[in-house]
């Protein structure tokens, strides 16, 4: 594959996921988009689930599977290096469209927050998470993250090394940042409704077993993150055992 088209490869990847996160921050929150998590539902209550089900199993192991150094070797066989990474964007972007677009309403309302003031409080909450999940990608590098300083640096013919472990600003009081963000972004809602907390549970199930599997690679990948592990916790943030910044310091 040429550098040129690597490069574009890259860039429409990283265009598409960007238009379906915006799509999603509606499509979560209820917010502005024709077609919601909590739309009118078409299917029987078996079906819907099935589906939902069904739909969230794809997007877990599509997500957590791609992200695996041994399918990361068993994929760079067959596309060059400087790509795996805009594709696990590019599957990761078409998973979570095809959730979107094939998800399944329930109905029924678990809670429904009547005051005025407390809807705009959870709303402002929901959308602060989405900010921190993307100022999080920043912290450590978000065009690293989403392939783009990888399709760059084939492009401009430069080698393109591993970055160090870092533990900037929000990852010295806890180590999952973005996680923190996704969970938000999930459970903040005026209205919760039967729809809303299956997806809700899904997410936190994904996120609590991708935790695990995410950091047994990162253990052995830089050895300093065990004690990092130990230092700082996983999702709840805690100033108390905040990590000291250090020179050597590097972000997960």
Same mark, same amino acid.
């Given at each position: 594959m040429k550098r040129s088209l690597i490069l574009v490869y890259g860039v429409v990847?990283? @265009? @598409?996921?960007?238009?379906?996160?915006l799509y999603s921050i =509606?499509? #979560?929150g209820n917010l502005? #988009?024709? /077609?919601?998590?909590?739309?009118?539902?078409?299917?029987?209550? =078996?079906?819907?689930?099935l589906v939902n089900l069904g739909l969230l199993a794809m997007f877990a192991v599509q997500h957590s599977g791609m992200a695996r150094p041994a399918f990361k070797r068993w994929l760079t066989r067959y596309i060059p290096a400087a790509a795996e990474r805009s594709t696990y964007v590019l599957f990761s972007t078409l998973a979570m469209a095809a959730l979107m677009v094939f998800w399944a309403p329930l109905g029924g309302v678990i809670w429904s927050?009547?005051?005025?003031?407390?809807? @705009?409080?959870l709303n402002g909450l929901y959308l602060g998470s989405w900010a921190l999940l993307l100022y999080a990608t920043f912290l450590i590098d978000h065009f690293d993250l989403f392939g783009l300083r990888q399709v760059w640096n084939s492009f401009r013919k430069q080698e393109c090394r591993d970055l160090s472990f870092v533990t900037p600003a929000l990852y010295r009081i806890v180590r999952h940042p973005i996680y923190v963000g996704w969970l938000g972004i999930f459970w903040f809602t005026p209205v919760m409704t039967m729809t809303h907390v299956l997806l809700a549970l899904g997410v936190t199930g994904y996120i609590l077993v991708g935790i695990e599997l995410e950091e047994r690679d990162l253990e052995k990948a830089?050895?300093?993150?065990?004690q990092y592990k130990r230092k700082v916790?996983? @999702?709840?943030?805690?100033? =108390? /055992? /905040?990590?000291?910044a250090t020179p050597e310091s590097s972000a997960a």
């Open positions: 990847s990283y @265009l @598409l996921f960007f238009v379906t996160f =509606g499509f #979560v502005w #988009v024709p /077609r919601s998590i909590d739309s009118e539902p078409t299917l029987s209550l =078996g079906a819907a689930l927050v009547e005051s005025q003031w407390a809807a @705009l409080v830089h050895p300093e993150y065990t916790p996983a @999702l709840i943030p805690s100033l =108390g /055992r /905040r990590l000291e």
